[in-house]
């Protein structure tokens, strides 16, 4: 069971989304109409995947326009040669993480919003990377060996049922599949 800490949640991104500076913003609400259309909203979002522990739009950035995500493209824009990438499709809950990180514009920019369906993630993820490479992060993280224990990392949680990872460290989440993306 995944602690309740541990849940990502639409709080966040729904006082956003009726900030002034968004177009839902400037229209004149008063604020119990703004509260009855979040609880709404929040509503919708979780009759999409009801069982998912992620309860928030999440963002991802591509150099590549599309309209559906495919499980035939995981891994393809390798950045920095980052082995991680294989492990699925990355997701961010801040967008402005991504503008922080990627201010060379290397992971492209469009920036698709989406609700992803992950009902048994890996909350512990570094401590499983640690189990088949430990110190990863004090070695050459973009080796070829590397891109193996990430391989191996993957496969020891697909076989623990586990469908995605919640990274505590930084605001990360990542579907192994692209069925579930919505």
Same mark, same amino acid.
């Given at each position: 069971?995944?602690?309740t800490?541990?849940?990502? /949640?639409?709080t966040g991104y729904?006082s +956003?989304l %009726?900030?002034?500076s968004n177009? #839902?913003?400037?229209i004149?609400?008063?604020p119990?109409?703004?509260?009855e259309?979040q609880?709404?909203?929040?509503?919708?979002?979780n009759?999409?995947?009801?069982?998912s522990?992620?309860?928030d739009?999440v963002y991802?950035?591509?150099? /590549?326009k599309?309209?559906?995500?495919? +499980?035939? %493209?995981i891994?393809a824009n390798k #950045?920095?040669?980052?082995?991680d990438?294989d492990l699925?499709?990355?997701?961010?809950?801040?967008?402005?993480?991504i503008k922080?990180q990627?201010s060379?514009?290397?992971?492209?920019?469009n920036i698709?919003?989406?609700?992803?369906?992950?009902k048994n993630?890996?909350?512990?993820?570094?401590?499983v990377l640690?189990k088949?490479?430990?110190g990863?992060?004090?070695?050459?993280y973009t080796?070829e060996?590397?891109?193996?224990y990430?391989?191996?990392?993957?496969e020891?949680?697909l076989?623990?049922?586990?469908?995605?990872?919640i990274e505590?460290?930084?605001?990360?989440?990542?579907?192994?599949?692209?069925s579930?993306?919505?």
């Open positions: 069971k995944v602690p800490n541990k849940i990502i /949640n639409t729904l +956003d %009726f900030k002034p177009e #839902i913003g400037k004149n609400l008063t119990q109409q703004k509260q259309a609880q709404q909203y929040s509503q919708y979002l009759t999409i995947f009801p069982d522990k992620v309860k739009i991802h950035v591509s150099k /590549n599309f309209e559906k995500f495919d +499980d035939k %493209f891994g #950045i920095q040669n980052s082995p990438n699925g499709i990355f997701f961010t809950k801040d967008v402005s993480y922080l990627d060379e514009k290397e992971l492209g920019n698709y919003s989406v609700v992803v369906n992950l993630p890996n909350l512990n993820y570094y401590e640690d088949f490479i430990p990863l992060y004090e070695k050459d080796s060996k590397s891109r193996v990430y391989q191996q990392t993957k020891w949680m076989s623990n049922n586990q469908d995605g990872i505590s460290a930084r605001p990360f989440v990542v579907a192994f599949k692209s579930q993306v919505h």
